[in-house]
């Protein structure tokens, strides 16, 4: 049978986008261990989440059953203006390299966002929107979460406040005024409008801040107003059933085209594009019908899959956020600058978590140096300027496609190109001037970090 010619890009028809997000802990036998209450230790109820989640985001959070959960209209609606994203058959990059390997990426840097993350984020608006709030409270470090969710409360006329990374606050001005250009008021954190800023500002004088502090503001502040909730852009289990759009919109346009891919690559920072990708391939997988090779991508100076303890730690730099049990370097782990933003947080999502110590999941870290390296072959030849996070899934997808060339087999490989770089030139900079190095955390950094750990 002749093979069917595939187009440069696949798209989906409006009537093929997926109605429903796939709930892949339906699926698992072995399911994710649930959030601890910090001061009990006992498993969080919904009672316990509702003053900091708005209360159906805390039944998705909580909801391990449910295969299948229907995309309100509303959210399709919104999904419909830049959704479908393209998956993009990367000929000319697999003509570059030389290899038979068969690559695909799915973009999802088509929005003004830049990446992934609106996703979620209009859908957490949309919930907080039904339930009457008047708006959500979130952090964000490179400020892509920062970005998407402004736009989706704008959309749905909610107050947005973002308390954002002092350095990136800093080195990152045109993303906070992208933010604030939407409505959203952007607080550099830490602050000294919070208690727990305050208390970070004393300990650690001229801080420049972390995701964890600026979570523990962002928590603070939902709990201390009412009629506010606090939102977040990954780890948590309902950030990874409404990414799960991005899985299957993928599968859907490779079923149109009779493709089977060998390997799934994403870049992982709390896990919810890798896991939104691969869910409904590794939902197969658990239930026999297939079997795929899928990798995560992480930065060698946050490398919490590949060198992080399985564990319950803090979400957070204040310890007030339920405890998770996932792969972590440690709450009070504080990577080194590097320059994939995104992917500096220090623990990873529980069910990725939960994959990965199954067996079902592989996990590398790849250097900065090595990472822009692949993004700048990428940007050459496929036009698009992807962001530092998305480039660790082009540098192991680029690698994964280099070891075909050298055993000849014709892999068909699929990655997530998460966003785009526009606010990275800085980092590009430092690339392109031969600046840039690889910092990588020693046995002993992490191992002063892991025994900090809560005692569970
Ligand atoms: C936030 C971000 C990531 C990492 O977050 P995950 O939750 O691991 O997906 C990756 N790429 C981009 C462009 C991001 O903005």
Redesign the pocket.
Known sequence: MAEKKIPYKIYLEENEMPKDWYNLRADMKNKPAPLLNPETKKPMTAEDLAPVFCDELIQQELDETTAYIPIPEEIRDFYKMYRPSPLVRAYCLEKKLQTPAKIYYKFEGNNTSG???LNSAIAQAYYAKKQGLKGVTTETG?G??GTALSMACSYFDLDCKVYMVKCSYEQKPFRREVMRTYGASVVPSPSETTEVGKKILAAHPGTTGSLGCAISEAVEVATKNPGYRYVLG?VLNQVMLHQSVIGLETKAALDKYDVKPDIIIG????????GGLIAPFMGEKLRGEADYRFIAVEPASCPSLTRGTYAYDFCDTGMICPLAKMYTLGSGFIPSANHAG??RFHGMSPILSKLYDDGLMEAVSVEQTSVFDAAETFARIEGILP?P??SHAIRVAIDEALKCKETGEEKTIVFGL??TGYFDLFAYEKFNNGEMSDYIPTDEEIAASIAQLPQV
């Open positions: 990446s992934h993350k490179a892509q979460w990954s870049c992982a920072g709390g896990g919810s594009n890798l995104g992917l962001a996070e998305s998460t966003g």
